[in-house]
């Protein structure tokens, strides 16, 4: 079965303070691929990445990186000097042999201005 | 593209009346999925079509939930009847060919059942 993890329900910071959402998955797959959705206040999922099994390169988008590590089965989000506007739910999702979207639970960012 | 459409955006109802929530996927996208979130369950994928087949419906609740694709521009989810519990926000998500092509959701269906 699949299974993602994140164990943070809830994270405040201030903003300008860098913030890493962690994600933990759990596959038996050998090609699946990893997701990161955001949900704003206003409701609508936002799709910010995808990173597939055979690819370990980190990314950077702007103020927004992430970390795929295979040998811990993690996939971090990390928001560098943060801003008010970045306060959403963010989740992590994995998409295997299934061809199912299992979404984590979730994690709630507020930043403080 | 206008992106995933659904209508209603809000819906009240009463407890054993019949829901319908309708969806239009992005121009183009084979892959078409409705999903519920609730606080208790998160996001929980209810049932998938492929080019206008339903694949996999196991995430369905119960029979009382019904989905169909008549065609490839057009879903319905449909509740007979509705109950209190089924209160939730539903979204459509619609992908590319391939499913492992990132989902592009819909603004979302708010559904009280009173």
């Known amino acids: 079965a699949q299974k993602v993890t994140q164990a943070q329900t809830e994270i405040s910071v201030v903003e300008k303070e860098d913030v890493t959402l962690d994600c933990v998955y759990e596959?038996?797959?050998?090609?699946?691929?990893l997701f990161w959705y955001k949900q704003p206040p206003s409701g609508e999922l936002v799709f910010l990445i995808r990173?597939?099994?055979?690819?370990?390169q980190n990314e950077i988008s702007g103020r927004y990186s992430w970390n795929f590590q295979k040998s811990t089965s993690s996939f971090n989000f990390t928001i560098t000097a943060s801003q008010v506007v970045d306060s959403a739910v963010y989740f992590c999702?994995?998409?295997?042999?299934?061809?199912?979207?299992?979404f984590g639970a979730g994690t709630i960012l507020r930043v403080k201005s | 593209d206008a992106g995933v459409i659904q209508s209603p955006r809000h819906e009240v109802t009463e407890m054993g009346q019949e829901v319908t929530l309708r969806c239009k996927p992005i121009?183009?996208?084979?892959?078409l999925f409705w999903y519920r979130q609730t606080m208790m369950r998160g996001l929980e994928l209810l049932i998938y079509?492929?080019?206008?087949?339903?694949?996999?419906d196991s995430g369905m609740p119960e029979d009382r939930f019904s989905a169909k694709m008549p065609n490839a521009s057009f879903s319905t989810l449909k509740i007979q009847p509705s109950e209190p519990r089924d209160s939730a926000v539903y979204f459509c998500?619609?992908?590319?060919?391939?499913?492992?092509?990132?989902?592009?959701f819909g603004p979302g269906t708010r559904l009280t059942v009173l």
């Open positions: 990173r597939n099994s055979f690819d370990e």
């Open positions: 079509f492929n080019n206008n087949v339903p694949i996999d």
């Open positions: 596959t038996r797959d050998t090609t699946y691929y």
């Open positions: 998500a619609s992908s590319l060919v391939a499913i492992y092509n990132e989902q592009f």
């Open positions: 121009s183009g996208h084979d892959y």
């Open positions: 999702a994995l998409s295997g042999r299934g061809n199912k979207l299992v």
